[in-house]
């Protein structure tokens, strides 16, 4: 698993989803799979189901177009019947996290392009609405999310990434704006 997944999975991990990670799906008779899913999510306060792939490519878009679109395929195939198998949901969320994209790529292979840009947004927005509850520390487990923590604290201006994100970047809905937050010990204290 490389950082990116990593982070996503952490961040999704602390937001309350049940996660898992490089998932083989639709083992093939032959030897091997139909596919790996990088993030399988789900929250059960949301009712929420993700799947998200992450790519640090510097391949062309039409080539990512046709690899993302066979790897959404395989997850919307896959992820009830072999990843959340007691989820009867069918709809699923999906996301492709890039580097960077312009405005006219929005969509790849039919899931939603996140840049790293937006991805980090969402994550210090977090970071800033727990820090505003008190001295609030992620836990051991969520490394990556600490680090982020750490550097926002020491060199970042919190009004400035609270003012950045707006509504339409906002990936997740606000920590205070969960039905149940407290349930899943996202606002309590580590």
């Given at each position: 698993?490389?950082?990116?997944?990593?982070?996503?999975?952490?961040?999704?991990?602390?937001?309350?989803?049940?996660?898992?990670t490089?998932?083989?799906?639709?083992?093939?008779?032959?030897?091997g799979?139909?596919?790996?899913?990088?993030?399988?999510?789900?929250?059960?306060?949301?009712?929420?189901?993700?799947?998200?792939?992450c790519?640090?490519?510097?391949?062309?878009?039409?080539?990512?177009?046709?690899?993302?679109?066979?790897?959404?395929?395989?997850?919307?195939?896959?992820?009830?019947?072999?990843?959340?198998?007691?989820?009867?949901?069918?709809?699923?969320?999906?996301?492709?996290?890039?580097?960077?994209?312009?405005?006219?790529?929005?969509?790849?292979?039919?899931?939603?392009?996140?840049?790293?840009?937006?991805?980090?947004?969402?994550?210090?927005?977090?970071?800033?609405a727990?820090?505003?509850?008190?001295?609030?520390?992620?836990?051991?487990?969520?490394?990556?999310?600490?680090?982020?923590?750490?550097?926002?604290?020491?060199?970042?201006d919190?009004?400035?990434?609270?003012?950045?994100?707006?509504?339409?970047?906002?990936?997740?809905?606000r920590?205070?704006?969960?039905?149940?937050?407290?349930?899943?010990?996202?606002?309590?204290?580590?």
């Amino acid at each position: 698993m490389n950082y990116l997944e990593t982070l996503v999975a952490q961040w999704l991990d602390h937001r309350g989803y049940f996660v898992r990670t490089n998932v083989n799906v639709g083992r093939i008779k032959r030897g091997g799979f139909s596919g790996e899913l990088d993030i399988a999510a789900y929250n059960p306060v949301t009712d929420h189901c993700l799947h998200v792939e992450c790519s640090g490519d510097a391949g062309s878009w039409k080539d990512r177009e046709k690899r993302f679109e066979r790897k959404f395929e395989v997850g919307r195939e896959f992820m009830h019947k072999e990843v959340f198998t007691w989820l009867k949901r069918k709809e699923i969320e999906q996301w492709v996290v890039v580097f960077s994209a312009g405005p006219d790529h929005a969509v790849v292979g039919g899931g939603k392009v996140v840049t790293m840009r937006r991805l980090f947004l969402n994550i210090t927005t977090d970071i800033v609405a727990l820090e505003r509850l008190g001295n609030r520390v992620f836990p051991e487990k969520h490394f990556l999310l600490r680090a982020v923590q750490d550097t926002v604290r020491y060199t970042a201006d919190r009004k400035q990434i609270a003012s950045e994100l707006s509504e339409g970047d906002r990936l997740l809905p606000r920590l205070d704006a969960l039905p149940d937050s407290n349930a899943l010990g996202i606002l309590s204290p580590a």
